[in-house]
């Protein structure tokens, strides 16, 4: 992992079919985890979360998809990567043995120098299910 990613911290473009894809997904998780704050933001997360707690499919769709238009366009181009990248690895299950469950659980929140960090996306399966239905398809 520390090779990869001294690779990219020199903009290099390692060929990742040369790695076991475990120091692959290892080198996006640390990633991850080392963003100084959510990429939607502390307050849009926020309000994401209460928003999959809507009580009908309907209001829960509506109301992320307002959200996520509040997010710049970068940002959701990447969330949009990310998350085609985790629809992949959620259809390998069986190979990769994570789930919605699993993958909402690696992007928990952290703990940082003894304060809550925000997640780097919000770790709730029914944001990933939302977010695929309005942004990847």
């Known amino acids: 992992v520390d090779e990869l990613k001294a690779a990219y911290?020199?903009?290099e473009c390692p060929c990742l079919e040369e790695y076991d894809p475990h120091t692959v997904a290892s080198l996006l998780k640390q990633y991850l985890r080392e963003l100084p704050e959510s990429l939607l933001g502390r307050a849009v997360a926020a309000r994401l979360e209460?928003?999959?707690g809507r009580p009908s499919e309907a209001e829960r769709l509506q109301e992320c998809q307002r959200l996520l238009g509040e997010v710049p366009a970068h940002t959701r181009l990447l969330l949009a990567w990310l998350i085609t990248h985790m629809d992949h690895v959620i259809a390998r299950e069986?190979?990769?043995?994570?789930n919605i469950q699993n993958i909402s659980i690696v992007l928990?929140?952290?703990r940082t120098a003894g304060k809550d960090a925000s997640p780097p996306i919000p770790?709730?399966?029914?944001?990933?299910?939302?977010f695929h239905s309005l942004m990847v398809n």
């Open 9 to 11: 911290d020199r903009e």
């Open 50 to 52: 209460d928003a999959c």
């Open 94 to 98: 069986a190979d990769t043995k994570m």
């Open 108 to 110: 928990k929140q952290k």
């Open 123 to 130: 770790p709730n399966p029914l944001f990933f299910a939302y």
